[in-house]
């Protein structure tokens, strides 16, 4: 089945400390994204990539680093210099391009705990 | 800039009653529109999608009218189940976007028995 893989569904980390989320998908997708998503609320971007070996900032890039070396895989860092890094964080991907009505798709999502 | 805007929550409905969440939005051009559903603790699933003005999408009951001139994209089902209980996102990509979309706030459902 073809799909997005998120690992771990729960991560708890000490305040202080880098922790990866890992995001795989095997649906061939060039663009990938990672939202992050608090109480309550909407989803917010934090980094987007339209094609291996490059990606943009969202709206809430700070304390957060990526990287795109594999179209599959598209890991997030959540470092110690985000403020308030305790989220469900969802990764998504879709088909690139500009026009078209290309939805995006989805991973189950990981809960990170900073205490 | 674009922006989309759904009614506040949580909306509390019995079984087999009628739903309907607003969704207006701000953008230029012709955006596409969807909904997505969010089960508790899980990702967000595409529920339906419409591409241009007077497109319907449609999906397990549910209804969407990508109305122009009003710039809505209401999300319908003529009667709703206790497995419709989620959290509903409506949102847009702009046309001359190669993939990035623009979400609202989500709106809770809460269906009792």
């Known amino acids: 089945d073809g799909g997005i893989t998120q690992s771990p569904k729960y991560l708890f980390r000490k305040e202080g400390q880098n922790v990866t989320l890992s995001c795989e998908q095997n649906?061939?997708?060039?663009?990938m994204y990672w939202y992050r998503q608090d109480p309550g609320q909407g989803l917010r971007l934090i980094y987007y990539s339209q094609i291996v070996n490059d990606f943009q900032k969202g709206d809430i890039a700070e304390g957060y680093s990526v990287s795109r070396e594999k179209k599959e895989s598209f890991p997030l860092t959540v470092t110690s210099a985000q403020k308030n890094p305790t989220a469900f964080y969802l990764c998504a991907s879709s088909i690139g391009g500009a026009g078209g009505a290309y939805e995006q798709y989805f991973g189950p999502g990981t809960r990170l705990t900073v205490t | 800039g674009n922006s989309v805007t759904q009614m506040e929550g949580p909306v509390t409905l019995s079984e087999e009653a009628f739903l309907t969440i607003n969704c207006t939005y701000t953008?230029?051009?012709?955006?596409?529109l969807f909904w997505y559903v969010q089960y508790p603790g899980e990702g967000l699933q595409l529920l339906l999608k419409?591409?241009?003005?007077?497109d319907k999408g449609s999906n397990k009951g549910f209804e969407a009218t990508y109305r122009k001139e009003t710039t809505s994209f209401h999300l319908e089902k003529g009667s709703v189940q206790v497995s419709d209980s989620a959290v509903y996102f409506c949102a847009l990509r702009r046309s001359d976007s190669w993939g990035k979309l623009q979400f609202g706030a989500g709106t809770q459902v809460v269906v009792t028995p």
């Open positions: 419409a591409t241009k003005a007077d």
């Open positions: 953008a230029t051009g012709y955006p596409s």
């Open positions: 649906l061939n997708h060039d663009a």
